[in-house]
């Protein structure tokens, strides 16, 4: 079956560290990996998103990485800021052709002064 | 660009009772969706439109149904709801479905809670 994990569920750290989250996951055949970023009430947001052939992509204090051979990714926060505090979101879209995405359940970050 | 909008921001119904949300996207996507999100689980996916003239179910459909109304707009229809219903509504567009294009937009969000 294919799933998303993410790891840790929950994270609290203080404002200017650095935090990693782990998305660890099945989907096979695979096409695609994004970060999203939700705030609360609100819908989440696209960070970034990697393909097969990449390793590393950055977008500002985020940066995301991919290993297909072991289908993990992680997502690095840099310097974390009180407006990270958010939940952020790995999806993965199958390649099969239906191409239809797969949502882990999320991190929550806090980020506290 | 407003984006992916979605009215109404909040509603409580009764058991039973009917009701749809409404979505428009005006980025001229091809794909929209409509998701459900509970606390403690993923986004799952309802009922989603690959294009234009076109609706299949998701992971979670039953009780639900979809309009595809034109390019831009996507409803969700609650026939008769139920407590079970009680839940986030995300209604969510991209170019296409899937593939490095295929980055959805998702609207704010209709908080619903059924009585």
């Known amino acids: 079956k294919n799933q998303v994990e993410q790891s840790p569920q929950s994270l609290i750290i203080l404002e200017g560290k650095n935090c990693t989250l782990q998305?660890?996951?099945?989907?096979?055949?695979?096409?695609?990996l994004r970060w999203y970023k939700q705030d609360t009430g609100r819908g989440p947001v696209s960070l970034t998103i990697?393909?097969?052939?990449?390793n590393t992509k950055s977008n500002g204090r985020y940066t995301a990485t991919l290993d297909a051979d072991t289908k993990q990714s992680s997502l690095h926060i840099t310097a974390s800021q009180l407006s990270d505090s958010a939940s952020y979101i790995c999806?993965?879209?199958?390649?099969?052709?239906?191409?239809?995405?797969?949502f882990g359940t999320g991190t929550r970050l806090k980020v506290l002064a | 660009n407003a984006g992916v909008t979605q009215t109404p921001k909040f509603q409580v119904l009764k058991t039973g009772q009917s009701m749809t949300l409404q979505c428009a996207q005006d980025?001229?996507?091809?794909?929209m969706y409509w998701y459900r999100q509970d606390p403690g689980m993923g986004l799952r996916l309802i009922y989603y439109?690959?294009?234009?003239?076109?609706?299949d179910k998701g992971e979670v459909p039953n009780g639900y149904n979809v309009s595809r109304l034109n390019k831009r707009e996507f409803s969700l229809r609650l026939e008769s709801a139920a407590p079970s219903q009680t839940s986030v509504y995300f209604c969510?567009?991209?170019?296409?479905?899937?593939?490095?294009?295929?980055?959805?937009?998702f609207g704010p969000g209709t908080r619903l809670l059924v009585l």
């Open positions: 990697m393909t097969f052939s990449e």
């Open positions: 998305c660890n996951y099945t989907v096979s055949p695979f096409s695609n």
């Open positions: 999806v993965v879209s199958e390649g099969s052709g239906t191409y239809k995405y797969i």
């Open positions: 969510a567009s991209s170019e296409v479905m899937g593939g490095p294009s295929g980055t959805q937009y």
């Open positions: 439109s690959a294009s234009e003239g076109t609706t």
């Open positions: 980025m001229n996507h091809n794909s």
